[in-house]
């Protein structure tokens, strides 16, 4: 699957919006993926999911295990792992808490994972996913995303492989371009929505 293919499954799915979006990290962007929309339909997250695999094969060999950051990185990591015959495994947060492995979760020695994420923006998700799996006996030997929009600036602390690369500005919102600054500010994503 090429780059352009993947772009493809995002526009045909109504998932690459364009305007003055709120992005979880805080940070402004007049483009945002709204990968939740790709993976209400199984059969577009089956086809990103097993390039991902692909790539990840290439990239890193044999994965035994794939951790994902809650809630967005379940869904690709689960389908994700089928395609590379491993382990789906997620770390999620105690209300306040940083993230850790829960459910009788584990990597033990000799297994080899990779956090699989579903778009990496500054790499936060990602870098506490890998924070919290310091203490595990396994190797975590690298990680990846469908899209990395950080042009590859996204710091995680381990090697980062996506389907595409993209440069997506960003800006902080005391810094905005006058142009996005004249569009109405939409915080499409989950963090922070509070409960009704």
């Known amino acids: 699957m090429t780059p352009e293919d993947v772009l493809e499954e995002f526009r045909s799915a109504g998932a690459l919006l364009q305007g003055h979006f709120i992005l979880s990290s805080g940070l402004r962007s007049p483009t945002f ?3 939740m929309t790709i993976f209400s339909d199984p059969a577009r997250t089956e086809r990103l999911c097993r390039a991902l695999a692909e790539v990840i094969t290439r990239q890193f060999g044999r994965i035994d295990i794939v951790v994902s950051p809650a809630i967005g990185g379940i869904i690709p990591g689960y389908e994700t792992a089928r395609h590379l015959g491993a382990k789906a495994i997620f770390v999620e947060r105690d209300p306040g808490g940083p993230f850790t492995l829960r459910r009788g979760f584990s990597i033990p020695a000799g297994a ?6 579903d778009i990496v923006t500054t790499g936060l998700s990602a870098r506490e996913c890998l924070a919290s799996l310091k203490d595990e006996a396994g ?11 950080s042009g590859g600036r996204g710091e995680i602390g381990l090697p980062l492989v996506s389907l595409v690369t993209l440069d997506i500005p960003t800006y902080s ?3 905005l371009p006058p142009e996005l600054a004249a569009l109405p500010a939409v915080k499409p994503g989950s963090r922070a929505i509070s409960a009704p």
């Open 33 to 35: 993926l709204q990968k």
């Open 112 to 117: 080899r994972a990779v956090i699989v994420e």
């Open 139 to 149: 190797e975590v030997v690298g990680a990846a995303c469908l899209i990395d929009r």
């Open 173 to 175: 919102p005391d810094a």
